[in-house]
């Protein structure tokens, strides 16, 4: 972006300064409000490009979302809106009725909507507890109750009250409930019950972003061009020193030097969990504790793209080997989501037995559809796969050969699956490794562990900053307000909340607020 002139002072209204940290959605978003109310604003953004978490790529022959794919709940989601008016494609997901057994078998669709929906009213009677332990109701929960083990229990209470065969039914309950690993990038194993409200997001259906979220980053981008800001790029900020006699000074890498009257940090939690020798003096305690306590999750996906959508030829559910039945359709998509729950059919490749969970991208609208099938990776299953082809050309038989090998097991699950056919033999891998880029903090996004202690804290003295003394403030997915922890549209809200605080420091009204 050009060097723009800055909006003209009033005579008697000094020309605040302000630096944003990240180009992200958080970021762009901050700074379009801050510019649009007069602030002068340069954004500095290490990567090439804008987005952070948000970033597409074409090496399939489509464009596909790398990182954030979904907008997450309907109700007073801002991204709804933007969608609409950006003219993004978005397709509508709700209770998955597609889900393959432990045994590779297919449950019928009537069966696993019940399954998914039972477990659904689990997951919200924990969220309950947690409620109530955090708004003093109840007795609090302990740092070290895992969720798991309230759903466990919960899960044994209801099978006895219904009069169900417990071990089947625990099973089946307990293994579809480990997709909420892929929700906070962990195993749930990990996550605590205490904090657990904290996740709950907004109502209404999860949205497939079928085009890619570039329109709604370019239209982000052309609001910060039109409020005259400067945008850096390749510019990573290596010092952030605030001046005994006010101010801020910021270097970054690319030689870059500027003092500030404020600064906002949009820079993922994982980045400041290791980053926190940039900041000088060191930052106050509270801020510190926030910043290492929350946890920072793992989300990776795997691409894998075939001559054609074989799993379409039929509405019914493959069989344990592989083969169709039921009658054939071939005007009927297979599911766009489904589960993989932990399999005992790759023992060789998946001796944890790791579940999973696929997008069929066959399934999108027009010319959106194609014959791509994407899985989602997590946890230790997400370290340990992209750990094997970490380094490789994405295009060597090797990196190929491998994901193949691991993969396999479950395509070939798929309706009409036939080992000798070239339609089932996949043209293309790719596959993201968010855990390894450093801009990205070394994960994905936030979520809450057990011994986290009081995120609900952690969260306020986030949000707070330092900046009312200082200058210094934060903003990103970490610091969203409730509804939106770890989304996009968590971010835009961080962006929204950190330019308002910084307005209000400096006696400055913020307009195009509709959403604060």
Same mark, same amino acid.
């Given at each position: 972006?050009?060097?723009?002139?800055?909006?003209?002072?009033?005579?008697?209204?000094?020309?605040?300064?302000?630096?944003? %940290?990240?180009?992200?959605?958080?970021?762009?978003?901050?700074?379009?409000?801050?510019?649009?109310?007069?602030?002068?604003?340069?954004?500095?953004?290490?990567?090439?490009?804008?987005?952070?978490?948000?970033?597409?790529?074409?090496?399939?022959?489509?464009?596909?979302?790398?990182?954030?794919?979904?907008?997450?709940?309907?109700?007073?989601?801002?991204?709804?809106?933007?969608?609409?008016?950006?003219?993004?494609?978005?397709?509508?997901?709700?209770?998955?009725?597609?889900?393959?057994?432990?045994?590779?078998?297919?449950?019928?669709?009537?069966?696993?909507?019940?399954?998914?929906?039972?477990?659904?009213?689990?997951?919200?009677?924990?969220?309950?507890?947690?409620?109530?332990?955090?708004?003093?109701?109840?007795?609090?929960?302990?740092?070290?109750?895992?969720?798991?083990?309230?759903?466990?229990?919960?899960?044994?209470?209801?099978?006895?009250?219904?009069?169900?065969?417990?071990?089947?039914?625990?099973?089946?309950?307990?293994? %579809?409930?480990?997709?909420?690993?892929?929700?906070?990038?962990?195993?749930?194993?990990?996550?605590?019950?205490?904090?657990?409200?904290?996740?709950?997001?907004?109502?209404?259906?999860?949205?497939?972003?079928?085009?890619?979220?570039?329109?709604?980053?370019?239209?982000?981008?052309?609001?910060?061009?039109?409020?005259?800001?400067?945008?850096?790029?390749?510019?990573?900020?290596?010092?952030?020193?605030?001046?005994?006699?006010?101010?801020?000074?910021?270097?970054?890498?690319?030689?870059?030097?500027?003092?500030?009257?404020?600064?906002?940090?949009?820079?993922?939690?994982?980045?400041?969990?290791?980053?926190?020798?940039?900041?000088?003096?060191?930052?106050?305690?509270?801020?510190?504790?926030?910043?290492?306590?929350?946890?920072?999750?793992?989300?990776?996906?795997?691409?894998?793209?075939?001559?054609?959508?074989?799993?379409?030829?039929?509405?019914?559910?493959?069989?344990?080997?592989?083969?169709?039945?039921?009658?054939?359709?071939?005007?009927?998509?297979?599911?766009?989501?489904?589960?993989?729950?932990?399999?005992?059919?790759?023992?060789?490749?998946?001796?944890?037995?790791?579940?999973?969970?696929?997008?069929?991208?066959?399934?999108?609208?027009?010319?959106?559809?194609?014959?791509?099938?994407?899985?989602?990776?997590?946890?230790?299953?997400?370290?340990?796969?992209?750990?094997? %082809?970490? /380094?490789?050309?994405?295009?060597?038989?090797?990196?190929?050969?491998?994901?193949?090998?691991?993969?396999?097991?479950?395509?070939?699950?798929?309706?009409?699956?036939?080992?000798?056919?070239?339609?089932?033999?996949?043209?293309?891998?790719?596959?993201?490794?968010?855990?390894?880029?450093?801009?990205?903090?070394?994960?994905?996004?936030?979520?809450?562990?057990?011994?986290?202690?009081?995120?609900?804290?952690?969260?306020?003295?986030?949000?707070? /900053?330092?900046?009312?003394?200082?200058? %210094?403030?934060?903003?990103?997915?970490?610091?969203?307000?409730?509804?939106?922890?770890?989304?996009?549209? /968590?971010?835009?809200?961080?962006?929204?909340?950190?330019?308002?605080?910084?307005?209000?420091?400096?006696?400055?009204?913020?307009?195009?607020?509709?959403?604060?």
């Amino acid at each position: 972006m050009a060097q723009h002139t800055p909006p003209l002072s009033t005579p008697h209204t000094k020309d605040f300064h302000i630096c944003v %940290i990240g180009a992200g959605i958080s970021g762009l978003r901050a700074a379009s409000l801050l510019s649009n109310a007069g602030f002068k604003v340069t954004v500095l953004e290490a990567r090439d490009r804008i987005g952070g978490r948000v970033a597409q790529s074409s090496q399939l022959g489509f464009p596909i979302d790398l990182g954030a794919s979904w907008i997450h709940g309907t109700q007073g989601n801002p991204f709804v809106d933007l969608a609409r008016e950006t003219g993004t494609t978005t397709v509508a997901c709700g209770a998955v009725e597609s889900i393959c057994g432990s045994d590779g078998v297919w449950l019928d669709a009537g069966t696993a909507g019940t399954y998914y929906e039972e477990v659904w009213e689990v997951l919200e009677i924990a969220m309950e507890r947690s409620r109530a332990g955090l708004a003093g109701e109840r007795e609090g929960i302990e740092d070290g109750v895992r969720m798991m083990d309230f759903v466990r229990d919960e899960v044994r209470k209801r099978a006895a009250e219904s009069g169900k065969l417990e071990e089947e039914y625990a099973r089946v309950m307990l293994q %579809i409930v480990e997709m909420w690993g892929a929700f906070m990038g962990d195993d749930c194993e990990n996550q605590g019950l205490k904090n657990l409200a904290l996740d709950a997001g907004l109502g209404g259906d999860n949205l497939l972003v079928a085009s890619t979220f570039k329109d709604i980053l370019n239209h982000l981008l052309l609001q910060v061009e039109s409020r005259r800001t400067t945008l850096r790029l390749n510019c990573e900020v290596t010092s952030i020193v605030k001046r005994p006699t006010g101010g801020v000074d910021i270097e970054a890498s690319d030689r870059f030097q500027g003092s500030f009257d404020d600064v906002v940090v949009t820079a993922p939690l994982g980045w400041l969990k290791r980053n926190s020798h940039v900041f000088s003096p060191p930052l106050p305690p509270a801020i510190s504790t926030a910043i290492q306590s929350l946890g920072y999750g793992n989300l990776d996906k795997v691409f894998i793209k075939f001559p054609r959508a074989f799993w379409d030829d039929t509405q019914e559910p493959p069989s344990a080997t592989g083969a169709s039945g039921g009658t054939q359709n071939p005007l009927r998509p297979f599911p766009i989501e489904s589960l993989f729950l932990s399999p005992n059919y790759a023992l060789h490749t998946n001796p944890a037995k790791w579940r999973t969970e696929i997008i069929c991208f066959s399934g999108a609208p027009g010319k959106y559809s194609q014959p791509v099938i994407m899985f989602f990776v997590y946890g230790q299953w997400g370290r340990h796969i992209t750990g094997l %082809i970490r /380094g490789m050309k994405q295009d060597s038989d090797e990196y190929y050969r491998i994901l193949d090998k691991h993969f396999r097991p479950y395509y070939s699950r798929m309706p009409n699956y036939r080992p000798a056919s070239l339609d089932c033999k996949p043209l293309q891998y790719l596959s993201t490794d968010w855990q390894n880029d450093a801009f990205a903090g070394y994960g994905s996004f936030t979520n809450q562990p057990v011994m986290s202690g009081d995120c609900t804290e952690h969260f306020r003295v986030l949000r707070e /900053g330092i900046g009312k003394d200082q200058g %210094i403030w934060f903003a990103g997915e970490h610091t969203s307000p409730p509804g939106g922890l770890g989304t996009v549209t /968590g971010a835009y809200w961080s962006g929204e909340e950190v330019a308002k605080r910084v307005a209000q420091r400096h006696h400055r009204c913020l307009k195009d607020m509709e959403s604060i």
